[in-house]
């Protein structure tokens, strides 16, 4: 399926990447060049990053976490390379991606640890590149929720936060809200 057309243009489901991530690339405020896809949704949202014109980084944080990824870029023949890598610890170079895009991590991480994750974002994204990342809403979320002041709180600083926006997305078969949270790094 996700051969034949543009991914955006697929049924919410399995196949339709992260609307953050759509409406992202739809306003033209991301940089073009090397992203970081921190998703690992089984490949989509990366495959969508390369249909952009992206040069694209997948990373899973789990064992066995991107075997359908794999799978899809090879069958796609994508510009888009896989790692398994901690979310405190990844193996790039300082400031080698334009933009991030985090939909999970950030709020999977407690205390301590989102610290050093943010802090590793930083690392890894060049100055003046946008990081992306979503985070759950207090309108129907059942973990680590998030209003939309306290989300900007959570990133900014060290990022300045450009615009925090309502969104939605499919999760366990219901469609959650969620905000989508644009940031650039200093």
Known sequence: MYLDRRLQDNEVGEYR???ALIEAVASR?????RALDLSNDNGIDALFLAQ?????????????ELEIARRRVDEMQAKVQLYST??????????????????RTYTSLKGEER????????RVLRPEGIFVAVVPSFKDSVRGCFTKQNARAAFEPP???????ETSGWE???TRSYYSIMMRRP
């Open 172 to 174: 366990n078969g219901a």
């Open 17 to 19: 990447p992260n609307e």
């Open 29 to 33: 405020m991301l940089p073009s060049g």
């Open 159 to 165: 990022f300045t936060v450009m615009r925090v926006e």
């Open 52 to 64: 952009s014109g992206y040069a694209v980084a997948l990373v899973g944080f789990y064992p066995g």
């Open 86 to 103: 901690e979310p405190t610890k990844m193996p790039f170079h300082p400031g080698e991606f334009d933009m991030v895009f985090d939909p």
């Open 115 to 122: 610290d050093l994750f943010l802090a590793e974002i930083m």
